[in-house]
C-alpha cells in the first residue's frame, strides 16, 4: 500500500495520473461493443465510433472504409495520447512511459528481419510497424544478414542494445533463430523492466511486478505451447523463461519438459491464479487460451486503477487502448469478411 509517496507523488505525477484516469475514462463500454456488434458495414462501425473519443480520427476518412484504416486512426489516438504523457514527464516516469514501447520496437525488429529474409519491400514492412515501437535507423536493419550484424550496424544505438547480448551468434537468420531472438529480447526486456520497477518501490513496485510476473508467465506458457513438436531442445526452451514470475522456478521446471497441452494444464492448474483460466477451457481446447489470457489481462489492468499514487496506471492503461485495439480490429474484420456470427469470439470486455 502507500508509503511516503502519498505526500510527494502529486508534485510531479499529480497532473499525468489525472490525465491518464481522464483517458480511461473513454475507453469503450459493454454497451457501445453490442452497438458496435450489430453494425452491418464498415460504414456503420465508423458512424457508432464518431460518438466516442475516436470520432476526430476517423471523420474525414472517405469511402469505401478498410479495416486497416480503422485500425490505423484508433492506433494513432493511443500513441497522441503517449506523446503527451511523455513531453508533459519527468524521471523517473519519462523512463517508466520509454520502458513501455520497448516491446513494440521489439516486435517491430523481428517485423522487418523476417520481412526481408522473405524479400519483402522495406517501405511496406515499415508501414506495418507500430509507430510506438519505431526509432531513427530501423529501415537499416533490412542488411543484415546475422545476429552480429544487427547489433553492429544498427541496433548499438537504440534501447535495445543491452539485450542482445544473450542473443549475439554469427549464425544466419532463418525463421527459427528469429523467433527465439524475439523470445530472447523479451526475456531481457521483461527482467529489466521488473528490476526498474522494483527500484522505483512504493505501490508502483507493488502493482507493476505483479504485472509484469503475469506477463512473464504467460510469455513462458506460449513458448511451451509453440515449440511442441520443433527442434527446440528442453534446455533451450528453459533458456527462453523469464527468471520471475509466479512459475519460477519449479512451474519452469515443469514446462520444460511437457510434450502437449494438456501436460501444460495440469503444470498450471497447481497455481490458483491461474487454476481459474484453465477452468474455463474444455480439455485440449488451445485455441481459447489466447482469449483467457486476455481476459485475465484485462482484469488485472483494471485493478491497478484502484490504488492511487503509483505508475502502474500508465501502463494498464496503454495496455487496456491495446486490447481495444485489437477488439475494434477483430469486429471490423468479422463485419468486412460477412462473419457476424463470429464476432463475440474474439472480444474482451474491458467494463
Not at 504485472?211 to 527442434?231: H, P, Y
Request: proline content about 3%.
Amino acid at each position: 500500500m502507500y508509503g511516503f509517496e502519498a505526500m510527494t507523488f502529486n508534485i510531479h505525477g499529480g497532473y499525468l495520473e489525472a490525465i491518464v484516469r481522464g483517458y480511461r475514462s473513454g475507453l469503450l463500454t459493454a454497451a457501445d461493443y453490442n452497438n458496435l456488434c450489430q453494425c452491418e458495414t464498415l460504414e456503420d462501425i465508423k458512424m457508432h465510433l464518431s460518438a466516442t473519443e475516436y470520432g476526430p480520427y476517423l471523420q474525414n476518412e472517405p469511402s469505401p472504409l478498410h479495416t486497416t484504416t480503422i485500425v490505423e486512426k484508433c492506433t494513432l489516438k493511443l500513441v497522441d495520447e503517449y506523446k503527451h504523457m511523455l513531453c508533459q514527464a519527468t524521471e523517473p516516469l519519462s523512463t517508466f512511459l520509454e520502458y513501455i514501447t520497448y516491446g513494440h520496437m521489439i516486435d517491430n525488429v523481428v517485423l522487418i528481419v523476417t520481412g526481408t529474409l522473405h524479400e519483402r519491400d522495406v517501405q511496406e514492412l515499415l508501414e506495418k510497424c507500430h509507430p510506438l515501437g519505431m526509432f531513427e535507423s530501423i529501415a537499416s536493419l533490412a542488411v543484415a544478414q546475422n545476429m552480429r550484424e544487427l547489433y553492429r550496424l544498427v541496433l548499438v544505438d537504440t534501447p535495445l542494445a543491452p539485450y542482445f547480448s544473450e542473443c549475439i551468434t554469427s549464425e544466419d537468420l532463418d525463421d527459427m533463430n528469429i523467433e527465439i531472438m524475439r523470445n530472447t529480447l523479451y526475456k531481457a526486456y521483461l527482467e529489466d523492466f521488473y528490476q526498474f520497477c522494483k527500484k522505483l518501490g512504493g505501490a508502483t513496485a507493488e502493482i507493476m511486478c505483479d504485472l509484469l510476473a503475469f506477463e512473464a508467465d504467460r510469455r513462458a506458457v506460449n513458448i511451451t505451447i509453440n515449440s511442441i513438436g520443433t527442434e527446440l531442445t528442453r534446455d533451450d526452451r528453459r533458456k527462453l523463461y523469464s527468471n520471475f514470475g509466479l512459475l519460477y522456478p519449479y512451474g519452469h521446471e515443469e514446462l520444460a519438459v511437457c510434450e502437449d497441452f494438456d501436460q501444460v494444464r495440469a503444470v498450471l492448474e497447481k497455481y490458483p491464479p491461474y487454476q481459474s483460466i484453465f477452468s474455463k477451457l474444455s480439455y485440449g481446447e488451445s485455441q481459447m487460451l489466447d482469449k483467457a489470457f486476455y481476459e485475465e489481462e484485462v482484469k488485472r489492468h483494471c485493478l491497478a486503477f484502484e490504488q492511487q499514487f503509483h505508475y502502474a496506471v500508465f501502463f494498464a492503461y496503454i495496455r487496456l487502448r491495446e486490447q481495444e485495439i485489437r477488439n475494434l480490429m477483430w469486429v471490423s474484420e468479422c463485419v468486412a469478411q460477412n462473419q457476424k456470427s463470429r464476432v463475440h469470439d474474439s472480444v474482451v470486455f474491458i467494463f
